[in-house]
């Protein structure tokens, strides 16, 4: 289990949408700090919140955030992007993207903060999943989320030994921008705040935050018709 209280965090993506909500939630829960970072970060108010600027995609903006941030005991991979073309009507290009920002990008976050977690006694990485990631539907962003899964069970692995709690939250969808224009049942971004530091304080390595979810992960074991999401 990982201790909210006192805690120094970072949520990439933290600005706006779930990332917004997970700030707020690690505060109320006794944080003492949180770097959000964006790609054109909004400078605010409140002295615990540091804005950085960040792309997930670039190497060298990622380390200069580990530079910064080196006093991190807890890591929210949250970023993401969604480019909704059908697979076969998808421009490569674009899926070589949601892969970049949505898999490579966590993945380099998860590299340059390892050390520091290990440094700051092992803490947490937290990986941002989606019901998409078991689902059928949704082009490369479910086939991006399908790839983070397993790099974040990989990563589980490889942290354990630096005693690195590593969380997948796994949800169906947030009523966020980013899939504002879906006519779909949507959960409340303070709801899966909330199960995310529920997750890190009870020391869980999944997080399933709806039924939908807890669904479409039992039906892992049955035909994979059964894993088709019809999206409206």
């Not at 990008?105 to 092992?122: D, V």
């Amino acid at each position: 289990m990982t201790d909210i209280e006192g805690a120094t965090v970072l949520v990439t993506g933290g600005q706006r949408g779930l990332g917004k909500a997970f700030t707020e939630e690690l505060l109320r829960r006794g944080a003492a700090k949180v770097y959000v970072t964006a790609r054109r970060p909004v400078a605010g108010d409140d002295p615990r919140i540091v804005p950085l600027a960040l792309e997930v995609t670039d190497p060298d903006s990622v380390a200069a955030v580990a530079a910064r941030a080196t006093d991190v005991t807890i890591v929210i991979n949250n970023a993401g992007v969604v480019y909704p073309a059908p697979l076969l009507q998808s421009e490569i290009a674009d899926v070589a993207a949601t892969f970049d920002t949505n898999v490579f990008g966590p993945l380099r976050i998860a590299q340059a903060f390892a050390p520091i977690l290990a440094a700051n006694g092992g803490g947490a990485l937290v990986d941002i999943h989606s019901v998409l990631s078991w689902g059928a539907g949704f082009a490369a962003y479910g086939a991006s989320k399908a790839a983070f899964w397993s790099l974040t069970n990989s990563l589980r692995m490889e942290l354990a030994a630096q005693h690195t709690q590593v969380v997948g939250v796994h949800l169906g969808f947030a009523d966020t921008e980013m899939i504002e224009r879906l006519t779909v049942d949507k959960i409340r971004p303070e709801v899966v705040a909330q199960a995310l530091a529920d997750g890190l304080e009870k020391g869980e390595t999944e997080v399933l935050v709806d039924e939908v979810t807890r669904g479409l992960k039992a039906a892992l074991s049955g035909p994979v018709e059964g894993l088709e999401i019809k999206l409206g």
